[in-house]
């Protein structure tokens, strides 16, 4: 599962805690973070063959995932585009069902 979390990155570099590990977030180098733990998942994610593998893997997914609901956005939208035109019917499109 991913989680996503929004920081205001106004303290980067600070030298509290939370400045320390917003400077991380920000860092693309891990041999320039604070804190080890952060930065050895960055080196495997990075650097190590197979972290980089899943990584691809992850981005191939959401890449796709993405693509999937492109094209039942653009679906739906043409169905009721159709519908607006005339001698169409919800029945021939299942619009009113989800993909």
Request: with cysteine; hydrophobic share 35%.
């Amino acid at each position: 599962m991913v989680r996503i979390f929004y920081m205001l990155m106004g303290n980067i570099g600070g030298n509290d805690e939370i400045g320390k590990l917003m400077h991380d977030f920000s860092c693309t180098n891990p041999d320039d973070m604070n804190y080890e733990a952060l930065a050895k998942k960055v080196r495997y994610f990075k650097q190590d063959e197979k972290g980089v593998a899943v990584m691809c893997k992850i981005m191939e997914d959401m890449r796709n995932e993405a693509a999937r609901e492109a094209v039942r956005k653009t679906t739906k939208e043409n169905a009721h585009r159709l519908l607006k035109l005339g001698n169409w019917h919800n029945k021939q499109f299942n619009i009113n069902k989800t993909a």
